[in-house]
C-alpha cells in the first residue's frame, strides 16, 4: 500500500485559522475526537515534523521522550484557561464548579464551568462528553450558549491531571436566586413571558430528542437581556423513541434533584421519556408563584409522600399500571391509599389566574401519559389570554442590581453548598432550623 504524505493526514487537513474559534465554528476534530499519539504511516507526527524516533505501535513502556512529548504537546485545538481571568464562583455541583470569568483578550464576560477529573478513573468523565455534545448540537435563544472548551495543564513533572473548562455565555441570574429574593416583584407578565421561554427552550430540546434530566429554578439562567436559558446538561442524553412491539429502552434513574423529581422515577421506573422535564417545569412554575419550592422531601420516601399528599394517592384508579413499576410496593407506606388532591386549594392564595391554574394542573399530572408535551403546552390558552407575554423580562433585571444566584444566595435544593448559608437571618414568619432526631424527618413546606 502506497504511503501517505504528512499532508494526507486528517488532521493536517485542519485550517491553522480554527485554532482559538468557537466550537460551533471549528472542524469536527477537536476535544473529543483528538488524539495527541495519531500518527501517519511513514511515522510523521500531528504536528507534520519527523517521528521516526517513536514507534507507537510497539511501545512497551513509557520512555523519556514520551513523558517529553506529553509535556511540550500544544493542544492547538483548545485554548488555555488562562486566557480567561476568574472574578467570582457562582456555582457548584456534582460535576464541577462555575465561575464567573472575563476574556482578557476581549474583556467579555463568561462563566467557566471546571470539569471535576479527581475521581475519574477512565479518561475524560461521560457527563461532560454529553454536555459538549448536547450543547453544539442545540442553537436556540433559550439554551445556553457554548463558547468553546479550554483546559489548563498541570506543572512540569507532575502526575496531576490536566483540568477542562466548558465556556459558556454569562448570565446575570439563576431563576432560583431571582425567586428566593422578595425584594425582586414578579408581575403576571413576567411569570407568563418566563414559563414561555422555559417551554420554548425544552420543545427545542425534545424536538432534537434529548431530556434534560435535571429541569430546577437553578439550571434556568436569566440573561441580561431578560431571557430565560435552559442550562447544565451534565445528566442530559439521546433518547430513543420506540415504535412497534420493541421495549422500551432503559434509563437511570438516579436523575433529577429531589425536590423535581417526578413520581415516576420515585416509583423505580427506567422507562420513562420527556415528561419527567414536563413534571420539572411544573415544579418551577409554582415556584415562580409561591417564590420557594412546593415540595421540599429530604428523603425519597418523604418527597414521594409530599406528591401523594398534594396531588393526590397514587393508585392504579388515576394512574393505571403505577402498581408494576419496580418500587411501587416498597414505597406503599409513603403513598396513603385516601389522599385527595389538592393542588389548587394549596396555590389558591398564589395563583390567581384561572387558566394559570389549569397549565399547574397539567404538568404535575401523576401519570406521565397525561401530562402535556412541552409543544403542546406552549398553546395552552393560559399563553393567549391577557396580560399577554412578552418577548423577555427586561423591565424586571434592570431593576436588579446585583446578579442573584442560588449558590451565592444560599437558597434553594443546593443551599448547603452556598457561601451565603452562614450569614442568612431567618425571614419573617420562616421556621428556624431546629435539630433533629436521628430517623426523623423535617421537610420544608411552602
Known amino acids: 500500500m502506497a504511503s501517505k504524505s504528512p499532508t494526507s493526514h486528517p488532521l493536517h487537513s485542519q485550517p491553522s485559522s480554527s485554532v482559538g474559534l468557537p466550537l460551533a465554528n471549528r472542524t469536527s476534530v477537536g476535544l473529543i475526537s483528538y488524539n495527541p499519539f495519531l500518527t501517519t504511516e511513514e511515522g510523521v507526527d500531528f504536528d507534520g515534523s519527523a517521528a521516526g524516533q517513536f514507534d507507537f505501535e510497539n511501545i512497551e513502556k513509557v520512555t523519556k521522550d514520551l513523558l517529553h512529548y506529553m509535556e511540550t504537546c500544544k493542544y492547538p485545538f483548545i485554548n488555555d484557561v488562562n486566557c480567561y481571568e476568574k472574578l467570582q464562583k457562582i456555582g457548584q455541583g456534582t460535576f464541577g464548579e462555575v465561575f464567573k470569568a472575563r476574556c482578557k483578550k476581549t474583556g467579555r464576560l463568561v462563566a467557566l464551568k471546571k470539569i471535576l477529573m479527581e475521581n475519574e478513573k477512565e479518561g475524560f468523565p461521560i457527563t461532560a462528553l454529553r454536555e459538549v455534545k448536547t450543547l453544539q448540537q442545540l442553537k436556540h435563544p433559550n439554551i445556553t450558549d457554548l463558547i468553546e472548551v479550554c483546559c489548563t495543564r498541570s506543572a512540569r513533572n507532575s502526575s496531576e491531571k490536566p483540568t477542562f473548562y466548558l465556556v459558556s455565555a454569562f448570565c446575570d441570574h439563576d431563576l432560583a436566586g431571582l425567586v428566593s ?87 423505580g421506573s427506567r422507562q420513562y421519556d420527556t415528561t419527567i422535564d414536563v413534571w420539572g417545569v411544573g415544579c418551577i412554575m409554582a415556584e415562580l408563584f409561591t417564590r420557594v419550592p412546593i415540595m421540599q422531601g429530604e428523603t425519597e420516601q418523604r418527597q414521594l409522600y409530599l406528591i401523594n399528599q398534594l396531588c393526590g394517592s397514587i393508585n392504579p384508579e388515576v394512574w393505571p399500571e403505577v402498581d408494576k413499576l419496580p418500587l411501587y410496593k416498597n414505597m406503599a407506606s409513603s403513598m396513603p391509599p385516601e389522599s385527595k388532591r389538592i393542588l389548587k386549594e394549596k396555590l389558591v392564595l398564589y395563583v390567581k389566574d384561572e387558566y394559570a391554574m389549569n397549565l399547574l394542573e397539567e404538568l404535575l399530572t401523576l401519570d406521565p401519559s397525561k401530562r402535556p408535551t412541552a409543544d403542546k403546552a406552549i398553546y395552552h390558552t393560559y399563553f393567549y389570554k391577557q396580560p399577554e407575554p412578552k418577548d423577555n423580562i427586561s423591565d424586571l433585571i434592570r431593576t436588579i442590581p446585583n446578579s442573584l444566584f442560588e449558590f451565592t444566595t444560599g437558597r434553594g435544593a443546593h443551599a448547603n453548598r452556598g457561601r451565603g448559608q452562614h450569614h442568612q437571618r431567618p425571614q419573617q414568619g420562616q421556621r428556624k432550623p431546629q435539630n433533629v432526631p436521628a430517623g426523623q424527618f423535617r421537610d420544608m413546606i411552602f
Do not use: C
Open 181 to 267: 429574593n422578595h425584594r425582586v416583584k414578579l408581575s403576571a407578565v413576567h411569570v407568563k413571558t418566563m414559563m414561555k421561554h422555559l417551554l420554548s427552550g425544552l420543545d427545542k430540546l425534545h424536538r432534537m430528542k434529548i431530556l434534560h434530566r435535571d429541569m430546577k429554578a437553578a439550571n434556568v439562567l436569566v440573561s441580561h437581556e431578560g431571557v430565560l436559558k435552559l442550562a447544565d446538561f451534565g445528566l442530559a442524553r439521546p433518547f430513543i423513541v420506540n415504535s412497534g412491539p420493541n421495549p422500551k429502552q432503559l434509563y437511570t434513574n438516579r436523575v433529577v434533584t429531589l425536590w423535581y423529581r417526578p413520581p415516576e422515577l420515585l416509583l
